[in-house]
Nanobody
């Protein structure tokens, strides 16, 4: 069973940065060739796709509103997926979830506010 644990969320001022981490167990990134990524859910809204990374060739894709500010990467040796978020805006306030295949973590709260 794949288990995903996100961390790194918190309160940040507009324009600030955060790096979220997602530690995976029950799966070896080195032997997984599918897709990983991040989604988020803002208060009162549905899930929103943030971006994805192909663990086959490392290519990444992002939602247009985030592609110049967010970066997804992974450390296969540590079975960890990352989301680097820069130039954060209040609209980025949400619970962020990582996904590996069909598995999703419990989420980490990101609040962007002055």
């Amino acid at each position: 069973e794949v288990q995903l644990v996100e961390s790194g969320g918190g309160l940040v001022q507009p324009g600030g940065s955060l790096r979220l981490s997602c530690l995976a167990s029950g799966i070896a990134f080195g032997h997984y060739f599918g897709t990983m990524g991040w989604v988020r859910q803002a208060p009162g809204k549905g899930l929103e796709w943030v971006g994805s990374l192909s663990n086959y060739d490392g290519t990444t894709t992002y939602k247009d509103s985030m592609k110049d500010r967010f970066t997804i990467s992974r450390n296969s040796a540590e079975n960890t997926l990352y989301l680097q978020m820069n130039s954060l805006k209040p609209d980025d306030t949400a619970v962020y979830y990582c996904e590996v295949g069909r598995s999703r973590g419990q989420g980490t709260q990101v609040t962007v506010s002055s």
